[in-house]
């Protein structure tokens, strides 16, 4: 049996109109069109050929009807500059990660989810709430991916075939979920966590999260978490030159461009010396990347633990991905590239699950 909706969802996930499939799979669009709707099935032959044009093995199709992630409950950024069908693909490899997590909550106890809810957000005072919450005082903002998989959040990577998707959050059946860019610079990547941060605990899943107004919230809660007010007024000196502002951002991990929009914020920089280091670091590459910053980007530590155990009990990630029908190649994109670094024996078929335990983290 051939799942329709696992079609539609697989040609979304590779960008593919029906055109574009009914092209290279030598399919009749009114066929494809039918096999979507479930109003006729494929032969198994015009399936291979539907595999093989989307790049998936053929028993993804047989699986049951995905939870797809809500349409209307993303956090998506720049959506007007974003065009439809790259928003569709991320969805879509965002569906596919929540079908990995739900494979992996049957198996381990994960975090519970830890997220606070604010009906009327004032993005400063709910930064400085978060932070109380969760023991954090003013002090710089540990790993940020640990930090949200420490809380309950399960935190992906997005895949690098659609980098101008910059990140985005949803909250599916009660579960946090944030997936991250991973083509940006580290100290960008930690912005982007706390910005998406900021959309879970302001723009819940009964509330508006898109929009010019919601992303600004967004930002102006992941400068104050990342940048408590208190820590930069006691470490940054008032109208503080590029070079002393570049020093500065090691303390919290943040781009030289973040930290000058929050020394603004915060009045320690006038409009004039804004504009001034804003132009000086874009003249130097602050504005598109981030000279001598983190050598590591912040990864997952949950999902890592999890494929270490799973290792350990001789399961393979090519045998979780042959469960879920993936590649292991489509599942690595969504793990941050983490099981790239485990030796893959070759395993098709693996040797058992691992056995249910507590996965705790310290943020």
């Known amino acids: 049996m051939v799942t329709p909706s696992r079609i539609t969802l697989a040609r979304k996930r590779r960008g593919m109109t029906l055109a574009d499939l009914s092209k290279d799979a030598k399919v009749s669009l009114q066929s494809l069109s039918n096999y979507e709707t479930g109003r006729t099935v494929p032969r198994r032959a015009t399936m291979g050929r539907i595999a093989k044009a989307l790049s998936y093995p053929e028993v993804f199709f047989e699986g049951p009807d995905l939870d797809e992630l809500p349409a209307d409950g993303i956090s998506w950024r720049a959506r007007s500059k974003t065009s439809a069908r790259t928003l569709d693909a991320a969805r ?29 957000p004032d993005p400063e005072t709910v930064a400085g709430m978060v932070r109380t919450r969760w023991d954090l005082g003013a002090a710089p903002a540990p790993n940020m991916v640990h930090l ?46 706390a910005h998406e941060l900021g959309h879970l605990v302001m723009h819940g899943s009964d509330r508006e999260c898109s929009g010019p107004e919601a992303e600004r919230q967004a930002n102006d809660f992941a400068s104050a978490f990342l940048m408590p007010a208190a820590g930069v007024l006691g470490h940054m000196p008032r109208g503080a030159h590029v070079d002393q502002i570049i020093k500065g951002r090691t303390i919290w991990k943040v781009s030289a461009m973040a930290l000058t929009y929050r020394m603004h914020d915060l009045g320690l920089l006038t409009d004039w010396q804004y504009r001034s280091a804003c132009t000086e670091l ?3 590459g602050y504005r598109t990347g981030e000279p001598q910053g983190m050598k590591k980007r912040e990864t997952s530590q949950i999902l890592t633990k999890v494929f270490q155990a799973l290792w350990a009990n001789g399961t393979r990630p090519s045998a979780v991905a042959a469960e879920l029908g993936l590649t292991v190649e489509e599942m690595n994109k969504m793990l941050f590239g983490l099981t790239a670094a485990i030796a893959d024996g070759g395993d098709k078929h693996g040797k058992g699950d691992a056995q249910r335990r507590t996965l705790s983290l310290v943020p």
Do not use: C
Not at 103 to 117: E, H, T
Not at 170 to 175: A, E
């Open 148 to 193: 949200l998989e420490a809380h309950g959040v399960r935190v992906f990577s997005l895949s690098p075939d659609y980098a101008e998707v910059d990140a985005f959050a949803v909250w599916r059946n009660g579960t946090p979920f944030v997936f991250l860019n991973t083509m940006k610079s580290a100290e960008r990547g930690r912005f982007d966590a």
């Open 282 to 284: 874009s003249k130097r």
């Open 92 to 120: 879509a490899a965002g569906t596919i990660g929540a079908v990995l997590y739900d494979w992996i909550d049957r198996r381990f106890r994960l975090p519970a989810a830890d997220i606070p809810s604010f009906t009327k």
